[in-house]
C-alpha cells in the first residue's frame, strides 16, 4: 500500500474519542448536499462508506478544475471540498448480485444516506421500503429536490433540482441588494449546504430516537424546503404586512447592513432600541433619538434613506479599523466586510482551527473550510484525503461482510465491484 494510501486508511479509522464512534454509514451521493452531510458526520467519527459507480463515481470527480497527479490519477477540487475522511467501494447497484451485497452492508449500517432523484432507490429495489424489510433498525436519509412522496408528497417531487432551484424558489434570489429588478443568485452552495446540515441532524435525532424504540425511520430533506427556512423572517413579515421588504434591508431594523468607511466597507448591525441607543451616542448624534421617523427599529427600515447620510458622513472621516474600534468600544456590533483573501489571515479564523489543510497528490497543500462543531474533550478531525474511486471495496466487504479472498476476486471478474 501507497503512503498516501496508508495516510488515508489512518485517517478514516474510527477514533474512540469521537460522538458517533461505532455508526456505520453508506452514502449513496454526487455533488455537495449528500457529500457535506456524510463529511460532517464522518468528522464525528462515524464510518462512511461511499458507495459509487465503477465508471466514475460521483459526478463531483470529475468537475472542473481539476488537476493529474504524477501517477496520471485525476482529482477535481469540488470533490476534495466534501469528502474527507470516508471510504469508497465501488459496487454495480443495476447488477442483481450488487443489490444483493448492498442490501447485506445496509443489514450492517445504521444510517443509508442517498441524495439521488426520488425513487431512483426504489426502482433499484433497495429504497427505504425494501431495506427496512431486513433491517428494522437502519436509518435512511434521503436528499431530494422536493421530498419524497412516502414521507410527504409535492407536485414537484419529479422535477429536476440543483442548489439554484431552492434559492429561485424560496424567495432568497429577492433578498440582496441589487440592480434594477433581476433577482440575484448568492453565490455558492446555500442550499446545499442547508441541505447537508439539515440532513446531518435528522440522522443525529433519528439516532437518538432509535435508541428509546429499537426502531429506526426515514429522514425526507427537501432542498427547497432548506431554502426556504432561510427565509423565515420574510416569510412571517409578508403574512403581517402583505408586501416584501425591499432587498438588502433588515426587515424589522435600520441600520442593519453595509456601509461605506474612508478606506473600504463595513457592516453595522443595531437591532433593539437599547443598541439604537448606544449607536447615536458613538457617532455623536443623540438627537437622532428624538426624530419620529427613527422611533424604532421597522420606521428606521422605511426611513433609511433619511438615516443613511447622517452615517455617512461620520463614517467618511474614519476608517474601517476606527469606526469598527469606537462602534464595538460603544456597545454597538460591527465588523469589517472581509474579501476571502482576509478570512485566510483572520486571526480568529486561525485560532479555532477553521481551515484544514488537505495533502493532496494532484493538487497539494489545499485549504478547506474545517469543522464548525467544537467539542469539549474532543479532538480536531482529521484533514484526511478523500478515497480513491474503490479504494476501500476489499477491505469494507471483507469486514463487513467476512468475504475472502476467491469470493472478491469473483466479483471483480464479474464486474459487480
Known amino acids: ?65 481539476v488537476k493529474s497527479a504524477a501517477d496520471g490519477s485525476v482529482q477535481s477540487l469540488s470533490f476534495l471540498r466534501n469528502n474527507r475522511n470516508k471510504k469508497s467501494v465501488t459496487l454495480d447497484l443495476k447488477h442483481p448480485e450488487g443489490k444483493r451485497i448492498f442490501t447485506q452492508l445496509a443489514c450492517e449500517a445504521d444510517i443509508v444516506l442517498e441524495n439521488l432523484r426520488p425513487g431512483v432507490m426504489d426502482r433499484l429495489g433497495i429504497g427505504y421500503g425494501a431495506l427496512r424489510e431486513h433491517n428494522p433498525r437502519l ?51 446555500m442550499t446545499d449546504l442547508q441541505g447537508g446540515i439539515l440532513a446531518a441532524q435528522g440522522a443525529l435525532l433519528a439516532l437518538y430516537q432509535r435508541e428509546r424504540t429499537g426502531l429506526g425511520k426515514k429522514v425526507d430533506i427537501s ?94 472621516t474614519r476608517t474601517r479599523a476606527e469606526a469598527v474600534e469606537a462602534l464595538r468600544e460603544g456597545g454597538v456590533p460591527a465588523s469589517a466586510v472581509n474579501d476571502i483573501a482576509d478570512v485566510f489571515v483572520c486571526p480568529h479564523v486561525a485560532a479555532r482551527q477553521m481551515l484544514m489543510t488537505l495533502q493532496d497528490p494532484a493538487w497539494g497543500a489545499v485549504q478547506v473550510a474545517g469543522n464548525p462543531i467544537k467539542m469539549s474533550d474532543t479532538p480536531e478531525p482529521e484533514a484526511g484525503l478523500p478515497p480513491r474511486l474503490g479504494q476501500h471495496t476489499d477491505s469494507v466487504l471483507g469486514d463487513w461482510l467476512h468475504m475472502n479472498a476467491q469470493q472478491l476476486d469473483a466479483l471483480h471478474a464479474s464486474e459487480v465491484i
Open 1 to 65: 500500500m501507497s503512503a498516501n494510501a496508508n495516510a488515508a486508511s489512518a485517517a478514516t479509522t474510527n477514533n474512540p474519542e469521537r460522538p458517533l464512534s461505532g455508526v456505520r454509514i453508506l452514502a449513496v451521493e454526487n455533488f455537495v448536499a449528500g457529500p457535506f452531510a456524510s463529511m460532517w458526520l464522518a468528522d464525528a467519527g462515524a464510518e462512511v462508506v461511499k458507495v459509487e459507480s465503477r465508471d466514475g463515481g460521483d459526478f463531483a470527480r470529475s468537475t472542473t478544475p
Open 139 to 189: 436509518i435512511y436519509v434521503a436528499i431530494s429536490g422536493f421530498g419524497h412522496e412516502d414521507v410527504m408528497p409535492s407536485p414537484y417531487t419529479d422535477y429536476p433540482a440543483f442548489d439554484i432551484i431552492g434559492q429561485a424558489l424560496s424567495g432568497l434570489m429577492y433578498r440582496p441588494e441589487r440592480q434594477g429588478d433581476r433577482p440575484t443568485y448568492l453565490g455558492f452552495s
Open 223 to 316: 432542498l427547497y424546503d432548506a431554502s426556504l427556512v432561510q427565509n423565515e423572517i420574510s416569510v412571517a413579515m409578508y403574512s403581517a404586512f402583505h408586501k416584501p421588504a425591499p432587498p438588502g434591508l433588515h426587515a424589522v431594523t435600520a441600520p442593519f447592513g453595509t456601509f461605506r468607511a474612508s478606506d473600504g466597507y463595513i457592516v453595522i448591525a443595531v437591532l433593539g432600541d437599547h443598541i439604537w441607543q448606544r449607536f447615536c451616542h458613538v457617532i455623536g448624534m443623540p438627537a437622532l433619538l428624538e426624530d419620529a421617523r427613527f422611533q424604532d427599529g421597522m420606521a428606521r427600515s422605511a426611513n433609511s434613506d433619511a438615516l443613511n447620510p447622517h452615517i455617512d458622513a461620520w463614517l467618511a
